[in-house]
């Protein structure tokens, strides 16, 4: 009698197993409706005729991203009348002598990066149909900002992903070595004031250095998507950068020593807490810098730069996190940190906090989610 009851509680437990599996199992056709109900329930609630700064262009790097991967025209249409709204241009003025790289939101910050993501997906829609005008702008800027012998133009961590990339995409346009050489020069001053050697991970920027500054419980204090910024920007790098490139191993060992530093700091649920290393500074679940890592987990997967068996946990874990908590039945997604430069301890973030910025990232995890499952399959 004894014999038959463990048999049948054996496979009961046997059967739970397998049907929890299943359940957490992911599959490619649930990772393209999830990815398009995010962006549709986006396009459908905002308006492409906005201004070309930082976070609507930040949301148009993963709309571009979606588009390649659907084709859905609707996508393409999007971000394109959202170029032509702002004539194919980030900061407008015209008169050099006053250009600035401070931070700014006026149109003499012409310098600044956070006015210079827009030129990626102007970029990318240049190479959907070239026409010269789509990337005039962005090469005149460029090129004059590389005519400069200031090399600190990357002072805060999130410049690195606004601006690495653009350099990259536009050398491959041109073919002009001096995007490749200054592309470095900015970077490694980048590293000099934002970089901790021991933790491999970014501070926000100079203010936030450790010791001068702590986390509440005394800790280095890393933002989240202060160095999902950086991840996914080094991400977009190694994307583009040739395979020759003289500098690729200081990129790719940046890259690669970050990946190690995230897995290790998230939380059992799948997301990372906005102080990265300090998980009661600002507890609880936070989107934008899950979405950036998982998609430059997924991404260093995809392209063998990262050995699946040690880092697909994690992406995957993330994943569910970001499919079953932070995004919702109509298509919003939540828990995003609104729009600052910190861990704030007490910040209401709950599942009604969105931004563009942080759909974005979505979009571009779900990619390379989708683009693994198919390898895959």
Not at 51 to 61: M, S
Request: contains cysteine; proline residues 3%; positive net charge.
């Amino acid at each position: 009698m004894k014999i038959k009851l463990y048999k049948y509680l054996f496979l009961l437990l046997f059967l739970s197993t397998i049907a929890a599996k299943a359940q957490n199992k992911v599959n490619k056709e649930e990772v393209l409706e999830m990815l398009n109900r995010a962006n549709v329930y986006w396009q459908s609630n905002n308006k492409p005729e906005v201004r070309a700064f930082w976070d609507h262009a930040a949301y148009h790097t993963g709309n571009m991203e979606a588009y390649a991967l659907t084709k859905n025209e609707a996508y393409r249409k999007y971000s394109e009348d959202w170029a032509e709204y702002n004539k194919w241009m980030g900061a407008k003025s015209k008169d050099q002598s006053k250009w600035k790289y401070t931070y700014g939101e006026t149109d003499d910050h012409v310098l600044f990066g956070d006015w210079q993501i827009c030129f990626q997906t102007y970029i990318d829609l240049y190479h959907l149909k070239p026409e010269d005008y789509k990337i005039a702008r962005a090469k005149a800027v460029m090129e004059y900002e590389m005519s400069t012998p200031n090399n600190d133009y990357w002072w805060w961590a999130d410049g690195l992903y606004m601006v690495m990339p653009v350099m990259t995409k536009l050398y491959k346009v041109t073919g002009d070595q001096k995007y490749l050489d200054k592309l470095y020069g900015y970077f490694m001053y980048a590293n000099s004031i934002m970089y901790d050697k021991k933790e491999k991970l970014y501070y926000r920027d100079a203010k936030y250095v450790y010791p001068e500054h702590k986390s509440a419980n005394g800790k280095k204090d890393f933002w989240a998507r202060g160095d999902g910024w950086v991840f996914a920007g080094l991400a977009k790098v190694l994307k583009d950068l040739p395979a020759n490139d003289v500098h690729r191993d200081e990129y790719l060992s940046k890259y690669l020593n970050m990946a190690k530093a995230i897995v290790k700091s998230q939380q059992p649920e799948g997301y990372w807490t906005r102080s990265i290393l300090d998980a009661q500074h600002a507890p609880g679940p936070e989107t934008s810098g899950t979405a950036f890592f998982t998609y430059g987990l997924l991404w260093g997967i995809n392209n063998g730069y990262l050995k699946e068996k040690t880092y697909l946990p994690a992406a995957k874990k993330a994943w569910g996190y970001l499919t079953k908590t932070a995004l919702q039945p109509n298509g919003k997604l939540g828990y995003v940190q609104p729009i600052g430069e910190k861990a704030i301890p007490g910040q209401v973030v709950d599942a009604n906090s969105t931004a563009n910025f942080g759909v974005g990232a979505f979009l571009l995890a779900g990619c390379e989610m989708y683009r693994h499952l198919s390898n895959n399959n």
